[in-house]
């Protein structure tokens, strides 16, 4: 009796192990067919980083002495950028000093000291310099350009769409683009269109006119990670050209599946 | 003096027609398929050209056996003397063996009780390698001899219970029964007259079976139909009738000549008689049923039935292959080699079981699909010629024949493994029984694992159908093999079960 119950049971074992072997082969057959049949409706669309760029301005005449950046150089807000000297100035304030008593003079001094401190700019935001205009000797008078840089906030993104693929943007809202350098996906959301429709660029294989569409960082911090005209992608599903629904379905499924393994790690700012 | 002609019985015209129409269509099938240019996946394409290449070779040594038997004139037939009077006159000795393992009772008590009363005088003796008490008793209560090899004479299955045996007898002549073939009154009288011819050695007349009500014991039945009615008597024409276990007669002086039944630990009946052709003996076929048996009616059984036959085909074909034998006549040769190579057959069965699989799991197929019809109008006519090749030649082809034979597929390459790695084989006879009762599963988990994977692979196959008509046939064809095979399963669970 013992006997037969083992040998039903090790039958059963080589059919369970038998159905098991077949679904996960038919299992494996069937992600490959899904992946493909995704991968034949997956648009792939790069959106590129722009960045807020800004002129630093001098806000006192004078001749630079120090230029302590260089392009690409990233700094953070209160760090010195350009060191100018305007030794006039500092007679002038010299020589105003030594009316102590004087009290036009002597506040005349004072905001001539403010003057002096105007001399050294800093750098008003955090940001990564992208031009610089001055150098030593160089001389520089009130509103002078010195640098411009480029900061972290109001950064944008900006993807070129045909108009099926602009719907289907429209559509999808808040997407997920992948930034290949640094591995990750980032959350980003439209904002607003491009407001003049930009020509077909000269070679490009469609006379088709282009959409331009902004984006947001759906969280600002990332920014400070992206560079200036970089590219990321973003995925669009074109689920609509499928005649019959199970598909969108699995499509779905599986996409929701496989991000599992691809989500957006917090980003490490330290660099 | 009456001379038996045993040639072939005629056949019929439709026969002849598809006999020669058979190369025209192997050809143009040929033609296209050994075409690199219409080649799909290459990996596959090269499965698929060893297959075909199988599967031809097949075809074409059943093809020139036939063919050739029946376009040979007629000086060439065999004649051989067929006399009584020989028999009267020289009174000849025979010992009939029954070799018996731990068979049913019932089938051995009707075997024994027929042999003994065979009508040309003779003893009887049962050898028995199970050691049953049982069967002791029954050979003493139908008054037949009992011989038991001790357990330090054990050895070599059942040629080596035969030598045993042989030790024992007397007579100038032996038959050899299985526990389960009981021979008919006449088959004595009928037999030995051929020992006429002083170079004959063996006489072999027909496996028949008459348990045809079981469904793996028919598709067999009707398998075998082949070899008996065409093969082993065109084999007769060219002296290369081979032994095939049960219902024949040795001269035992030819035997002992080549040192005794050959002792290994399956085949050893053909293993003897290539050596008895070797020395020049001649070995004929009647064929004439004269001994009733049974078919392996379990899938187990089935399945253990076909290990053994193979692992003799490709023994002989690896250890004594049949071509480079000195001594034996170039048809002879051929036609060992025709039995040799039958089993390989397992390996295209199964890679024409793989290849639509994989066509629906993972959408790559052997050949080209630019143009399909191109493939069916070269497949088709091949298709109809090989395959209803057999229902031709019997006029009846039944689902139990079509199911068995593509699931011997397993054993087939079972059998292969095991002779190229020199297993020891445990002989276990057809119906008896083991120590433990065989794991089925054991036995059949190739082919529940596939029917399994057909049923999956079709509706993977019909997700984002990219080409719907070579879809369509390959399901076709995945489904019809998941049904032969699940037959298969199905009838030999029942039989297990109704044990």
Redesign the interface.
């Given at each position: 009796m013992k006997?037969k119950i083992l040998?039903l049971f090790?039958?059963g074992?080589?059919?369970t192990?038998?159905?098991a072997?077949?679904?996960i082969?038919?299992t494996i057959?069937?992600t490959?067919?899904?992946n493909?049949?995704r991968s034949n409706l997956e648009i792939v669309i790069p959106v590129t980083v722009e960045k807020n760029e800004i002129s630093v301005l001098s806000l006192q005449s004078g001749v630079v002495q120090n230029v302590t950046v260089s392009v690409g150089q990233s700094v953070e807000e209160g760090d010195i950028l350009v060191e100018a000297d305007n030794p006039q100035l500092r007679a002038r304030i010299e020589t105003l000093e030594q009316f102590t008593n004087n009290l036009s003079a002597q506040t005349e001094a004072r905001v001539g000291i403010i003057q002096l401190e105007n001399l050294t700019s800093t750098a008003p935001k955090n940001g990564t310099i992208n031009n610089v205009f001055v150098n030593a000797g160089h001389p520089i008078e009130e509103g002078t350009a010195l640098v411009t840089m480029l900061t972290h906030d109001n950064s944008r993104l900006l993807a070129e769409f045909t108009t099926e693929e602009y719907l289907l943007a429209k559509k999808a809202g808040t997407v997920r683009a992948y930034h290949s350098r640094l591995y990750q996906f980032f959350e980003i959301r439209p904002t607003e269109v491009r407001p003049d429709v930009s020509d077909a660029q000269p070679g490009s294989d469609s006379d088709e006119k282009k959409i331009g569409l902004y984006y947001e960082f759906v969280n600002p911090e990332d920014a400070s990670a992206m560079i200036h005209n970089e590219d990321l992608e973003i995925t669009l599903y074109d689920t609509d050209t499928i005649t019959y629904k199970p598909?969108k379905y699995i499509v779905n499924f599986w996409d929701k599946v496989l991000s599992l393994g691809k989500r957006a790690l917090p980003i490490n700012i330290n660099k | 003096m009456m001379k038996k002609n045993i040639a072939t019985k005629p056949i019929s015209n439709i026969l002849l027609l598809s006999i020669l129409i058979a190369p025209m269509t192997i050809l143009f099938y040929a033609v296209y398929i050994f075409n690199p240019i219409n080649s799909g996946n290459t990996y596959l394409y090269v499965f698929q050209i060893l297959a075909d290449i199988i599967a031809m070779t097949q075809i074409g040594a059943l093809w020139i056996t036939i063919l050739l038997d029946l376009l040979q004139s007629d000086h060439h037939r065999r004649d051989l003397p067929h006399t009584l009077d020989w028999l009267k006159k020289k009174k000849p000795t025979v010992d009939v063996f029954i070799t018996v393992t731990n068979e049913p009772l019932s089938i051995v008590s009707h075997t024994i009780t027929k042999a003994r009363d065979m009508d040309y005088p003779h003893d009887t003796y049962v050898l028995d390698d199970g050691d049953s008490q049982e069967t002791k008793a029954l050979a003493k209560k139908l008054k037949v001899n009992y011989i038991s090899r001790p357990q330090k004479a054990k050895g070599y299955a059942k040629a080596g219970n035969i030598t045993y045996g042989l030790k024992h007898g007397k007579g100038e002549f032996f038959a050899i029964f299985d526990a389960d073939h009981a021979p008919r009154k006449s088959f004595l009288s009928e037999l030995l007259p051929f020992f006429e011819t002083k170079k004959v050695a063996l006489v072999q007349s027909p496996q028949h079976y008459t348990n045809l009500q079981n469904f793996i014991a028919s598709g067999t039945s009707q398998a075998q139909e082949i070899f008996y009615k065409y093969v082993q008597p065109a084999k007769n024409s060219y002296n290369a009738a081979f032994c095939v276990g049960t219902n024949m007669l040795y001269r035992k002086s030819s035997v002992d000549e080549i040192g005794g039944i050959h002792l290994i630990d399956h085949s050893e009946d053909i293993w003897t008689t290539i050596r008895l052709h070797e020395l020049g003996y001649e070995s004929v076929f009647y064929n004439k049923i004269l001994a009733d048996g049974r078919a392996p009616e379990k899938i187990t059984s089935y399945l253990r039935q076909q290990n053994r036959w193979a692992q003799g085909g490709f023994s002989l074909f690896f250890t004594k292959n049949p071509l480079f034998v000195p001594n034996l006549t170039a048809d002879q040769k051929l036609q060992y080699l025709f039995s040799n190579i039958h089993y390989f057959s397992g390996f295209a069965i199964c890679v024409y079981l793989t290849l639509p699989l994989i066509y629906l799991?993972?959408?790559i197929h052997s050949m080209s699909l630019e143009k399909p019809v191109q493939w069916m109008v070269h497949f088709i006519p091949y298709f109809i010629t090989v395959y209803f090749l057999p229902l031709f030649l019997l006029g009846t082809l039944k689902l139990s024949t079509i199911s068995t034979s593509i699931a011997s597929f397993s054993s087939y390459i079972e059998a292969f493994w095991a002779t190229v790695m020199r297993q020891k084989h445990k002989w276990v006879s057809t119906e008896g029984t083991v120590a433990?009762?065989p794991?089925?599963?054991?036995y059949i988990?190739p082919h529940?694992?596939y029917v399994?994977?057909c049923f999956?692979?079709i509706?993977?196959g019909w997700?984002?159908v990219q080409d719907i008509h070579t879809t369509a046939i390959t399901t076709f064809w995945v489904f019809l093999n998941a049904y032969f095979l699940f037959s298969f399963i199905r009838h030999g669970l029942i039989a297990e079960v109704k044990n």
């Open positions: 006997a040998d090790l039958n074992l080589f059919l192990c038998s159905f072997a077949a679904a082969i038919a057959a069937i490959i067919k899904v493909e049949a598909i | 799991l993972f959408g433990r009762k794991l089925i599963m054991k988990w529940v694992f399994f994977l999956m692979a509706l993977v997700y984002n």
